[in-house]
């Protein structure tokens, strides 16, 4: 069994950075690729990154390239968010999950909201 648990969401000012941290448990965790979604009220979840198991390739929405980077650490089974630059249209609760997303591995997200 998986269980994802993100942290490291906060208010923020435009601008402004965060880190986010996937803890995940079990075994299908490293062999995955992994990816961030998001989701706000309202809007559709979207997949905003991916990382391959091995952490060599990476991919992102086009509208967060060159602000988001996504890691991680299979070791300590950890993925990894860096957003810098943030702007409002980021906030969103933030979700990491397989990709393609395990339908019951998704935990409870951490808040993002970036204002002024």
């Known amino acids: 069994q998986v269980q994802l648990v993100e942290s490291g969401g906060g208010l923020v000012q435009p601008g402004g950075s965060l880190r986010l941290s996937c803890a995940a448990s079990?075994?299908?965790?490293?062999?995955?690729?992994m990816g961030w979604y998001r989701q706000a009220p309202g809007r559709q979840r979207e997949l905003v990154a991916r990382?391959?198991?091995?952490?060599?390739?990476?991919n992102y929405l086009d509208s967060v390239k060159g602000r988001f980077t996504i890691s991680r650490d299979n070791a300590k089974n950890t993925v990894y968010l860096q957003m810098n630059s943030l702007k409002p249209e980021d906030t969103a609760v933030y979700y990491c999950?397989?990709?393609?997303?395990?339908?019951?591995?998704w935990g409870q997200g951490t808040q993002v909201t970036v204002s002024s």
């Open positions: 999950n397989t990709v393609p997303p395990g339908t019951y591995y």
């Open positions: 079990g075994s299908i965790f490293m062999k995955n690729t």
């Open positions: 990382i391959n198991s091995g952490g060599s390739s990476t």
